[in-house]
């Protein structure tokens, strides 16, 4: 079955630069979106179609494709963008099945 | 406003049964796919179905397949899940999502004896 693979953790000072990876075990893949969730809160979307933003989404925020690997950027990163960070695609190379990365929390020192 | 409002949740025991409902304001619900999605405490998030804007096409995770079912009623703005011959690992917030764009708050259902 399809998977998306995500580092469980991931910590940047305030200012740096946080980049997400979440790797596709297997060709073709499908867009990919990105979701904050901070916790007791439902998950925002911050990137579609692999490089889209959302409107309200900081332009901190930035989504890139490579290969079978899609990256969620965060530039500057704030306090408040601590949070999880889910990837999502899909396969529907037989039956339709929807794919979430198993989570990246980001921990901003 | 947009929004989605799921309704339904609670505690039942194993092996009963529960319908979910997820009230859709402030868009044309029925030109939107629709998914549930789910979250078991301290867990990420797992896809559970996904039904076309129009009902026309079901899918399911292999986890919930033959027994849970996923519906629509456009003319009431309403998705619906029905959830059959639950276990305990279905215990988790139940989400209704808009084409991947909207989430509503979701609703907690416990599956405990």
């Known amino acids: 079955s399809y998977e998306l693979t995500q580092p469980p953790s991931v910590s940047v000072s305030p200012g740096q630069t946080a980049r997400i990876t979440c790797s596709a075990d297997a060709l073709p893949k499908q867009y990919a979106y990105w979701y904050q969730q901070k916790p007791g809160q439902a998950p925002v979307l911050v990137i579609y179609k692999d490089s889209e933003r959302p409107s309200g989404i900081p332009e901190r925020f930035s989504g890139s494709s490579s290969g079978t690997t899609v990256t969620l950027t965060i530039s500057g990163v704030q306090a408040e963008d601590e949070a999880d960070y889910y990837c999502?695609?899909?396969?529907?190379?037989?039956?339709?099945?929807?794919?979430f990365g198993g989570g990246t929390k980001l921990t901003v020192l | 406003q947009v929004q989605l409002v799921e309704s339904g949740g609670g505690v039942v025991q194993p092996g009963r049964s529960l319908r979910l409902s997820c009230a859709a304001s402030g868009f044309t619900f029925s030109s939107y796919g629709m998914h549930w999605v789910r979250q078991a405490p301290g867990k990420g998030l797992e896809w559970v179905a996904v039904i076309w804007y129009d009902g026309s096409n079901k899918y399911y995770a292999d986890s919930v397949k033959g027994r849970f079912t996923i519906s629509r009623d456009n003319s009431k703005n309403t998705l619906y899940l029905q959830m059959n011959s639950l276990r305990a690992e279905d215990t988790a917030v139940y989400y209704c999502?808009?084409?991947?764009?909207?989430w509503g708050q979701g609703t907690l259902v416990t599956v405990s004896s």
């Open positions: 999502v808009m084409d991947t764009a909207l």
């Open positions: 999502q695609s899909a396969d529907s190379s037989g039956t339709y099945h929807v794919v």
